[in-house]
């Protein structure tokens, strides 16, 4: 799985003078990917009119000054010691603390996805028929689907769309497989999601995929139908025809 950068962001203070044109703005954020929050960095950053003047970053430890102003004040606030102090202790008492909150009540919950293979090309001559594994209604968006083919990894012939928003907080996938046939032969799809303790198998069973028998059982019950139909409405003009007036 790629790693996931989180961001939590407090806007602090903002003050806008639409008359003159000059903006202030101050923002916090905690920055981590590990979900013991060993890597947690905590900045302090001071803009003006879009540029940053002053930063603090956690893993300095003190101010950076980028303009003759924010030079003088990052001396400043590093001279303080109750400021910065209170600074260096924001990546625990703010960052670590809200972000915890946060896993417990969002980040932590998980949705299994409801998957689901079938065939949706058959094999013709030389071209290869094509499988579809989709996973519906997951959360959160990161999952993985491979292939498995007589139990070994399917290395190529496969194509899948990203994590797609279903606009509910869900996501759906879809992979595809291209293969020829072969008797005998077991394929699955192979799931893995922060909702599973495991990897979920999912095997393709090919009786239970087949649109072209379906097809062709739903035109011979129309041809019945209409041949019964038919002797039916020919019983009926003989006897009609047959009758006395």
Known sequence: MAKLWICLLLELCSMLDTINGYYNERRLRCLYSSRDLSDMVYTDSYIFNKVEYIWFNSTVGKFQGYTRHGIHNAEYFNNDTAYIQRDRAAVDDFCKHN??????????????PQVEVKSVKQSHGSQPAVLMCSAYSFYPKLIKVTWMRNEKEVKGGQTSTEEMADGDWYYQIHSHLEYMPESGEQISCVVEHASFKQPMEYKWDPSASAPDKSKIAIGASGLVLGIVLSAAGFIYYKKKSSAPY
């Open 99 to 112: 972000a915890q909150i946060y896993y417990t009540a969002i980040i932590d919950k998980t949705v299994e």
